[in-house]
């Protein structure tokens, strides 16, 4: 399917779905049941479905077409291979069907404007556009004199739509459409973001007022680009504007240009402006008309200072709002009202997942009486306003209405009306700001209506509090909203997911986490999904650190919800989706009825409503990925959870998967096991770095969870298609893999032997793997190449044995067993008991690791094995306690600490190899017989024994030749096959078809070029024949001189692209191998010894061919008498109850060291200090400014003071030189005034 909107128009309402990726949005649903739901799409492009009457029904119709759900996934990964993964990516985006949903308004009724010379409608078009004129209304024959949009104007398909280019303007394309003033704001919000790809906003501002050539006063224009913008962008906010080059919305747009030339990418993609203009105003408006739509349209805008009725270029979208006027605002008001009405219904968050609804607010900044009911419609449905007090006409006249003292109310109307002296100070006040209104009641009436819910208007002093914090005045005016409309929602509540919304940490912690509020769990539970999912850690960081208990949070339940809510652009998403539609096909194929027995739709319909579950993302889908990417180190994730076996098959565990969430479904309630480690590995499978990494400071196990994310992020980028995001995760995989080195480190440091154990412990977080395990699979080299772990090696390496044994002693004692018990070599005395954790930790030791803990690596190995052997032998032992005391004797027990050591397997190999190379070549020059019945020889027997033995135990692969001679040999075969079909047009011998198109073009590699044979001029005669029959008899063909020339052209390209291209790159990629290597030998070495160390150390003591003796008792004693190897679980050990603890514990004490050792070495960078310094100054700005402000308030009131004390001084002369007051003297002046006029 392809990706483009599909409509249908469903059989009850005539509502219109949209899809994106084959994902509908339906509201064709009952208020109870209406949401996005997720149907597939019919061929024919329809819907699927009917109006639904209830949620079963639904269900059961999404279950009957669940199988279609492989092909949505395929569709999906090859919309992500061809187009990188994100919807859109195609210029013309196929916005053919847009017509067919959206409609234009054209005038069709003239109706005389008796105001105008000209003969105009009142629509403002000509007689001649007009198909008739309006002669009388329904109810009689009089003349109409009053135009309506419904009445007078008809409803025709759009003709202009697509995309938006300014001439000139040097940004990108603008989104534009054409529609009708009565179209639903469902569609155009959908299209919006759906299929222009518009990010949600998490706020809708709304800037109105301010129209026309109205001078805006400075400190406006200060509010909208310090203020207004700047709080769009930390919020991620649309901002609605009238679109024109006029007023207001000028303003808005020259903010947003001037914030779009100093911010980077990212923070320009979270400022949205989009323009609500009426269509009939917009300059060159021709230029945009296009039946079948513009990719782009050219929009030329003629470059001036004064205000124009065009397009301003700042907006990424226009709706050009139609209702059939021409050159008349107030076209597109009823539209805009009702579009932010729909937003504010719906959710923040992707895919609408967030926990409040879509933030709308209204911003007025003057404007004249048509404001007004602009406001009044607004504030009916619920809609807050910010009013800029001093800003103009109609802001400041709303002000002084909704400050007024509050009035009685008439008798008997309380909290209904208000009195007759309150409307004549509303007339004047109305009088006073618009004195030259016509219909002067109806703006009264309007105005006393607006101040009934004055309760959604919020009055800022722009002037006197300045542009700082204006997201803050947001919020408020937002919150005061909320208490109005929800007077059980908390107010803390409220404002603390507002700023979740908008990601202003600095808000949340200085406001409600001051330590003035006591939060309960389940009031940041709502706030915590939120940020989940909207990748907020920050304030994941601040509720986990503020009453917020993990444990309690993360159910199963709510883990399969954060998995459900990925991005459909995610690589995990695709893959989950694969995963899921396997399970469901599955399920579908148990599900299949036969539709004409009796009552089978009735039993289809209760097994549906019973598992509806079944068809939703599950734990087991999390599982399966994560067993895709980690393979083989680690057991199934979640199947303890699920209550599966990890020995079973994968059809196996699907069919039981499907029995259980057909079911209750009971451990969806249970808490989720190591919630860290589950957030962790959410996080990291959609790479996002920052939650990743909290969550990874939070977890336990943090070497062996470093190191399983490292794996996890380069398994996916290698099925990552977009460039980013492969070049994020290896990014993000090599930070992992640095951070596991680093805490390795420090605990290296801090104590070696529990290092070492850190290294083998098998961890039960992370299905047994252990760090070694994970380390080889993710391939982290500079892991393997730190100290400890090669220490780990070497003491693997040489068992028992010191490491600091010469090499000569190994030979001699190879040679000469009975010196092993002798002090040629030195061993370690073995423990004089076995335990079954074979590792020796004292219970008294420290968590810092200030111990002396015996411990060696050989005895958890030898100890491990020896264990499992006599729990098979001696059934009498049992239990965890189990000790043997029976001691092995002296000769069998050395015997075994120098012949099991790797070294020792390594050292015999060798020294039996060059046996074999002395053996091999006295056979061929010595004692090679003739084939039987002279030979073979017995030595020759011996030979080709071993070389069996050797083959049993060895493979090679080759790597970069293998990549040259693919090349070389298409190029090669190309050649011959052209060669031969020129030279010998016939010639069916195989053997020589082989030879001229393998074997000959090979050897002119090396300057083997017959040029007797191909060259016409230089032919020599030979004994040759055209004849076909008797070519076939055997007789050779003679060479075809038919375009000969284009034989030797093929030559010299042949040889030209061989001898310089090929052989040159084959030279070039041993040295690029050669320079990867030598400047990284040392950690190469390292890790490739660890691959050495593991073989030799699964492989059996003795050496070839004597190795047969090996084979035969591993034979015996694993598959007849069936006693297991430890070797099986190679350098791996289980810890269990206080040991793993105190482990755990002190492994997280390192970590924590090494955070603070980091943050504190961050804090004293130049960088740190610098933003601190900046910080400081920001705030010494900000008070100098309150300074500022507080003196600017002083003088204003010393003015006002001065004025009172002439007047004062004015009464009182007056009173003295009447008759009123007698008196004798003068007033006594104050005692400090000659003091203070002095000074």
């Not at 056979?923 to 049993?952: A, H, I, M």
């Not at 390192?1150 to 740190?1168: F, G, H, I, V, W």
Request: glycine fraction near 6%; charged fraction near 20%.
């Amino acid at each position: 399917m392809s990706e483009k909107i599909m409509t249908s128009f469903c059989t009850e309402c005539l509502a219109v779905c949209f899809t994106q990726f084959s994902r509908f949005l339906c509201y064709c649903f009952p208020p109870e049941v209406r949401g996005v739901v997720s149907v597939w799409a019919e061929p024919d492009g329809s819907c699927g479905r009917s109006c639904w009457t209830n949620r079963a029904e639904s269900e059961l119709y999404d279950q009957m077409i669940f199988r279609r759900s492989t092909s949505m996934v395929a569709q999906l990964e090859k919309d992500r291979e061809g187009g990188g993964g994100k919807a859109g990516t195609k210029k013309d985006k196929d916005q053919s069907s847009i017509p067919k949903i959206i409609n234009k308004r054209v005038c069709t009724t003239f109706v005389e404007n008796t105001l105008s010379n000209d003969g105009l409608c009142q629509c403002g078009g000509v007689r001649e556009l007009h198909d008739s004129v309006a002669t009388g209304d329904y109810f009689g024959a009089a003349i109409v004199t009053q135009w309506d949009s419904r009445q007078h104007s008809s409803e025709y398909p759009t003709d202009a739509f697509g995309e938006l280019e300014f001439a000139g303007a040097g940004r990108r394309h603008s989104h534009f459409l054409r529609l009708s003033c009565d179209t639903p704001p469902n569609i155009i919000y959908n299209l919006m973001t759906a299929h222009w790809g518009l990010p949600s906003p998490n706020l809708v501002v709304s800037v109105v007022g301010g129209e026309g050539h109205e001078k805006i006063k400075p400190w406006v224009r200060d509010i909208l680009r310090k203020g207004l913008v700047r709080a769009a962008q930390s919020t991620g906010a649309w901002i609605l504007t009238g679109g024109l080059k006029e007023g207001v919305s000028r303003c808005v747009g020259e903010a947003v240009k001037d914030h779009g030339a100093a911010a980077s990418t990212v923070s320009q993609k979270k400022v949205i402006a989009i323009g609500v203009t009426p269509w009939g105003l917009v300059h060159n408006r021709q230029q945009l008309v296009n039946t079948q739509g513009s990719f782009p349209a050219r929009y030329y805008v003629q470059n001036t200072t004064h205000d124009t009725y065009s397009l301003d270029n700042s907006c990424q979208a226009f709706l050009l709002v139609d209702n059939g006027s021409i050159g008349q605002r107030g076209g597109e008001t009823v539209f805009q009202v009702n579009l932010e009405d729909y937003i504010s219904h719906q959710r923040t968050g992707i895919w609408g997942s967030g926990s409040i609804e879509i933030p709308v607010l209204c911003m007025l900044i003057s404007g004249e009486t048509r404001m007004l009911e602009r406001i009044d419609t607004s504030l009916k449905k619920a809609t807050p306003w910010l009013v800029l007090a001093g800003s103009g006409k109609a802001a400041d006249f709303i002000t002084a209405v909704v400050l007024s003292p509050t009035p009685p109310a008439a008798d008997g109307e309380a909290d209904k009306s208000v009195s007759a002296e309150f409307c004549d100070w509303v007339r004047e006040k109305a009088r006073k700001h618009f004195p030259a209104e016509a219909e002067f009641e109806k703006l009264v009436d309007t105005a006393l209506s607006i101040y009934q819910r004055r309760d959604l208007i919020t009055v800022f002093h722009g002037e006197q509090e300045g542009s700082d914090d204006f997201d803050t005045i947001l919020l408020k005016a937002l919150v005061r909203a909320s208490k109005r409309l929800s007077s059980m929602a908390s107010e803390c509540i409220e404002e603390l997911k507002l700023a979740v919304a908008w990601n202003r940490i600095d808000t949340a912690k200085a406001e409600f986490f001051n330590g003035d509020i006591q939060w309960k769990y389940e009031d940041l539970e709502d706030s915590m999904t939120d940020a989940l999912i909207n990748n907020k850690p920050q304030f994941v960081r601040l509720f986990c650190e503020n009453g917020l208990n993990i444990l309690n949070y993360l159910t199963n339940n709510r883990l399969e919800s954060l998995y459900s809510s990925l991005s459909d652009s995610l690589l995990a998403y695709i893959l989950l989706q694969r995963r899921l539609s396997e399970r469901k096909s599955l399920a579908g194929s148990h599900l299949s009825v036969d539709r004409a027995a009796p009552g089978a739709m009735e039993t289809l319909h209760m097994e549906v409503n019973t598992s509806a579950s079944a068809m939703d993302l599950s734990l087991f889908e999390v599982s399966r990925l994560l067993q895709d990417l980690l393979g083989d180190v680690c057991e199934p994730f979640y199947y303890g959870a699920l209550g599966l076996d990890p020995r079973m098959g994968t059809r196996r565990a699907l069919k039981q998967v499907n029995k259980i969430l057909q079911g209750e479904c009971a451990y969806r309630n249970q808490q989720c096991h190591s919630p860290w480690a589950a957030l962790f590995i959410w996080a990291v499978l959609q790479n996002r770095s920052e939650m990743a990494i909290y969550f990874w400071e939070m977890a336990g196990e943090s070497v062996l969870s470093a190191l399983g994310a490292c794996k996890i992020l380069r398994e996916l980028s290698k099925l990552e298609n977009e460039t980013e995001s492969k070049l994020a995760m290896k990014k993000l995989a090599q930070r992992f893999e640095n951070l596991a080195n680093d805490v390795f480190a420090e605990c290296y440091q801090s104590s070696e032997s529990r290092s070492f154990t850190l290294l083998i412990r098998k961890s039960p977080v992370w299905g047994g793997a252990t760090c070694l395990e994970m380390a080889t699979a993710a391939d982290a080299r500079l892991f393997f190449s730190h100290d400890g772990v090669q220490s780990l090696l070497s003491a693997i390496w040489w068992g028992d044995m010191e490491r600091s044994t010469e090499v000569w002693k190994l030979i001699l004692s190879f040679f000469m067993p009975p010196l092993i018990y002798t002090d040629l070599i030195s061993f370690r005395e073995p423990e004089e008991e076995i335990k079954p954790s074979a590792v020796h930790i004292r219970d008294n030791d420290s968590v810092e690791g200030n111990d002396a803990t015996v411990f060696s690596i050989a005895d958890i190995i030898q100890n491990e094995e020896e264990m499992e052997e006599l729990k098979t032998l001696k059934e009498n032992l049992k239990g965890s306690s189990m000790q043997t005391n029976s001691k092995r004797p002296f000769i069998v027990s050395r015997w075994r600490q120098f012949w099991y050591a790797p070294v020792t397997s390594f050292l015999g190999n060798v020294l039996m190899y060059f046996l074999f190379l002395c053996l091999f070549a006295y056979v061929l020059l010595v004692d090679f017989k003739r084939p039987p019945p002279d030979g073979p020889s017995s030595l020759e027997f011996v030979l080709y024994f071993w070389v069996f033995t050797l083959v049993c135990e060895e493979i090679r692969q080759v790597k970069d030749v293998f990549f040259f001679l693919f090349f070389l040999g298409v190029w090669l075969m190309a050649y011959g096959v052209a060669h031969q079909a020129l030279l010998f047009s016939y010639d069916p011998r195989s053997k020589w078809i082989f030879r001229r198109v393998f074997y000959r073009p090979y050897m002119h590699i090396f300057g083997q070029i017959p040029i007797h044979e191909m060259d016409t001029d230089k032919l020599e005669e030979r004994n040759c024949t055209y004849n076909h029959s008797e070519i076939e008899a055997g007789a050779e063909p003679c060479p075809s001189t038919y375009a000969n020339w284009l034989v030797v052209i093929l030559l010299v390209i042949y040889l030209l692209f061989t001898n310089i291209v090929l052989v040159n790159l084959l030279i070039a990629m041993f040295s690029y191998t050669f320079s990867k290597v030598q400047g990284h030998s040392d950690i190469y070495w390292k890790f490739q010894r660890y691959n050495l160390i593991v073989e030799y150390h699964y492989r059996p003591c003795l050496a070839p061919p004597f190795i047969i003796f090996s084979h035969l008792h591993i034979l015996i004693k694993r598959h007849i008498r069936q006693i297991p190897s430890a070797k099986s679980q190679h350098f791996a050990v289980e810890l269990q109850g206080r040991k793993a603890s105190h482990l755990n514990t002190w492994e997280a004490v390192q970590k924590e060291n090494l955070l603070s050792a980091q943050n504190k070495q961050q804090r004293e960078s130049d960088t740190s200090r610098l933003q601190r310094t900046s910080v400081k100054v920001d705030g010494v700005l900000k008070q100098m400014a309150e300074i500022r402000d507080h003196d600017r308030r002083l003088r204003l009131l010393e003015t006002q003071l001065d004025y009172c004390c002439s007047a004062l001084s004015w009464m009182t002369e007056a009173m003295c030189q009447s008759n009123v007051v007698t008196t004798n003297r003068p007033p006594k002046l104050h005692k400090d005034v000659t003091q203070l006029s002095s000074t």
